[in-house]
């Protein structure tokens, strides 16, 4: 039985995962991914890598998620299956980079600056 553990972020959103070859049961946070993720959009994200690789049904996955937004969490559990996908057989790398899969997206919220509205928003100019 071959484990194989990754990390994936995206946002703040962080993903931990646990990949063992099994039915293709996908488990988020102790509950199963459809239920998690009520929104088919979100559930194909997380598809995607075993669509791309055809190993779907192949392996079980166990995921922790933390942090940030619904689409965040999503978006960093593809990365880390993707990553696990690539650690198991190193030839699934170019399908799936191909795709734009294997690279964290590195797009964070600015912070807000100070005496400012938010991060670039000014406050209305008033000449007199």
Do not use: C, H, W
């Not at 070859?21 to 946070?29: A, E, F, M, Q, R």
């Not at 880390?80 to 190193?90: D, K, Y």
């Not at 294997?102 to 005496?115: A, C, I, L, N």
């Amino acid at each position: 039985m071959s484990l194989t553990i990754t990390l994936g972020r995206r946002k703040t959103a962080v993903a931990r995962l646990r990949l063992t070859p099994g039915t293709g049961v996908v488990t988020v946070n102790g509950r199963d991914y459809k239920n998690y993720f009520p929104i088919e959009t979100l559930q194909y994200i997380i598809d995607q890598p075993f669509i791309i690789t055809g190993t779907t049904a192949q392996y079980d996955v166990r995921a922790l998620l933390d942090g940030g937004g619904i689409k965040g969490q999503a978006e960093a559990l593809r990365l880390a299956i993707s990553r696990a996908l690539v650690e198991i057989n190193e030839e699934y790398r170019s399908a799936l980079k191909e795709q734009g899969l294997m690279r964290r997206d590195p797009r964070m919220v600015e912070r807000k600056k100070p005496g400012r509205p938010k991060a670039r928003k000014r406050f209305q100019f008033s000449k007199r």
